[in-house]
């Protein structure tokens, strides 16, 4: 594993581990780790009615908060790389605009990035997610509903070939 970058963009579908995995890469790595779910958990899921499902959630309110986290959370990466500091970007990556982002977040700072593909079977996604939803342990940030996993399986852009020449792939 390359744990000589400094900063480690996890990405994967919903379920496949990622948090979990973002956690053991800053270990080894003494690094910091920055969650989407726990920054969107923290500042808006209050700000939710009970209600909202995926019938009534209005996507550019959520997509505008993404925004607004990922800007504090590169910011806040810029001062860490700045001390010497590793970031571990666990902030979904879903989309390939969103990788491209970070490839590009990390060339700024004149540092390459290096990309660690987390995947798992979607049954075993599906059982994590039930499981992480009755237990909310340590990587439960927020409830993803079966619909929500089926959303985003729709939404997931799996790697490039050009993306996983160099990336880390793990099987969970």
Not at 14 to 34: C, D, M, P, S
Not at 46 to 70: G, H, Q
Not at 82 to 87: E, H
């Amino acid at each position: 594993m390359n744990t000589h970058s400094r900063i480690h963009i996890v990405a994967g579908p919903v379920g496949a581990g990622k948090t979990t995995y973002a956690r053991q890469l800053a270990e080894q790595t003494n690094g910091i780790v920055f969650s989407i779910d726990n920054w969107m958990s923290s500042l808006f899921k209050p700000d939710l009615s009970e209600d909202v499902d995926l019938k009534t959630m209005i996507p550019a309110w959520f997509a505008e908060r993404v925004d607004r986290c990922e800007s504090m959370i590169y910011e806040t990466s810029k001062e860490i790389l700045a001390t010497g500091g590793v970031v571990v970007l666990d902030l979904g990556f879903i989309r390939k605009s969103r990788r491209d982002k970070a490839h590009d977040f990390a060339s700024s700072q004149e540092l390459q990035a290096q990309l660690h593909c987390v995947s798992a079977d979607k049954a075993v996604r599906q059982k994590r997610i039930e499981q992480r939803n009755l237990e909310r342990g340590p990587t439960y940030a927020m409830g993803v509903s079966p619909a929500m996993f089926e959303f985003t399986e729709k939404v997931f852009e799996t790697p490039t070939e050009h993306e996983l020449e160099s990336a880390i792939v793990v099987r969970t």
